[in-house]
């Protein structure tokens, strides 16, 4: 079956960087677009960032644009979300989905926060 196993959350101060990875199992990997979403508390879950099946195509959310970078190791099967100049406001639960899909990871928590 298909699992998304997110890991790499943690805390860490403003400015800090964090690396989030999903490792995907149960299906062609490399076949698909993923994507990362948050969600914060009291808020909507929300797209940060989507890449195509051989990286070729990569967006972000306006928020995120020039301080997140998305990439994937289609012979790991993972999807990997690089987070620098973290801000207060990035604080959320951060999940992977098979871009589309009913699939999701369980969710990594990423607190940004002095």
């Known amino acids: 079956q298909v699992q998304l196993v997110e890991s790499g959350g943690g805390l860490v101060q403003p400015g800090g960087s964090l690396r989030l990875s999903c490792a995907a199992s149960g299906f062609t990997f490399s076949s698909y677009v993923m994507s990362w979403y948050r969600q914060a508390p009291g808020k909507e879950r929300e797209l940060v960032a989507t890449i195509s099946s051989a990286s070729a195509s990569k967006n972000y959310a306006t928020a995120v644009k020039g301080r997140f970078t998305i990439s994937r190791d289609n012979a790991k099967n993972t999807v990997y979300l690089q987070m620098n100049s973290l801000k207060p406001e990035d604080t959320a639960v951060y999940y992977c989905?098979?871009?589309?899909?009913?699939?999701w990871g369980q969710g990594t928590q990423v607190t940004v926060s002095s």
């Open positions: 989905r098979r871009w589309g899909s009913d699939y």
